[in-house]
């Protein structure tokens, strides 16, 4: 499916893209220094295949956007990426356009730059909360609760409906596969209850990423955290994306020597399956929340 701008003389047009064509997208976003993680792509296509479009002029990709579908009330907006050389022409909103009809009337999150924060509000999102990008580096840890396993084909069920118990919605589609492959893993923490943490990670352009991260109280998250690090290369960059009301995430990851890069802005137009629940402790990623 494409679609022609009203302005047919500059040779403009909106596809839904392909897996192969997004691998364009996906080298756009590392020009941006998204830190992307690897696999990633993959893995959102696999929520909603017909919400990702690139926008060509002549024939050229200079503008992307997805709107990703994960419930019959809930979609993302990421992915929302503009050449440089051709801002300002009115392709982002072309190719916004096409994506937004896409939802369908759900509920639209996003995850914004705070620039765009008022550009954002014109169409109707609200801010509900920020979200803080952190860095620093993997260190080896002595973890003080043995409790924890890794995340597997008999266990993923009940992640998902973990994880769904934060966001308000099964993500089966994303997570079905999210922690599995290469470098990739996921750890949960079981107590008497059944589960009490997960976390997940995977490796990214800048060394690895953390996500989605949940734990039921503070020894829990430490505990992941701390495990989750001793699972990759020492000294190795880690990356998290933590919300702002997780206060005592964002002061255990500065103890450990983290710093605040930049952060964003989760927004939505309408009303969201589920706002900020406490114990989210890291989005899996800023283009699906």
């Known amino acids: 499916m494409s679609r022609i701008t009203e302005r047919p003389e500059i040779q403009f047009r909106v596809s839904i893209a392909t897996p192969e064509a997004w691998q364009v997208v996906v080298e756009m976003a590392r020009q941006e220094n998204w830190d992307l ?12 295949a017909p919400g990702f479009y690139i926008g060509y002029w002549q024939d050229r990709p200079i503008a992307s956007i997805s709107v990703v579908n994960h419930a019959q009330n809930y979609a993302h907006l990421g992915h929302y990426i503009v050449n440089p050389d051709f801002r300002g022409q009115g392709f ?7 994506a937004i009809e896409h939802a369908e009337g759900r509920c639209i999150g ?12 014109k169409y109707g999102f609200k801010t509900h909360y920020h979200t803080f990008r952190m860095v620093g580096a993997a260190t080896k840890n002595i973890v003080e609760l043995y409790n924890i396993e890794l995340v597997d084909q008999k266990n993923i069920t009940s992640v ?20 599995f492959g290469q470098g990739r893993k996921g750890l949960l923490l079981v107590g008497n209850k059944g589960i009490e943490g997960v976390i997940g990670l ?6 690895y990423r953390v996500g989605p991260f949940y734990a039921a109280n503070e020894k829990n998250m430490r505990a992941l955290m701390l495990a989750a690090m001793n699972e990759m290369p020492q000294q190795t960059n880690v990356t998290l994306d933590i919300p702002e009301y997780a206060q005592q995430t964002i002061a255990f990851a500065r103890s450990l020597g983290f710093k605040t890069l930049f952060h964003t802005c989760r927004m939505y137009r309408g009303e969201p399956p589920a706002d900020y629940q406490l114990g989210i402790n890291a989005l899996a ?4 929340g």
């Open 37 to 48: 993680g690897e696999g990633d792509a993959s893995r959102f296509l696999n929520v909603d």
């Open 92 to 98: 982002g909103l072309a190719v916004w356009s096409m």
């Open 110 to 121: 996003l995850d914004g730059m705070p620039a765009q924060e008022a550009t954002y509000q």
């Open 160 to 179: 998902i409906d973990y994880d769904a118990s934060f966001v308000g919605y099964s993500r089966a589609g994303l997570l079905t596969e999210w922690f």
């Open 202 to 207: 995977r490796p990214c352009d800048g060394g």
């Open 285 to 288: 990623s800023l283009e699906l």
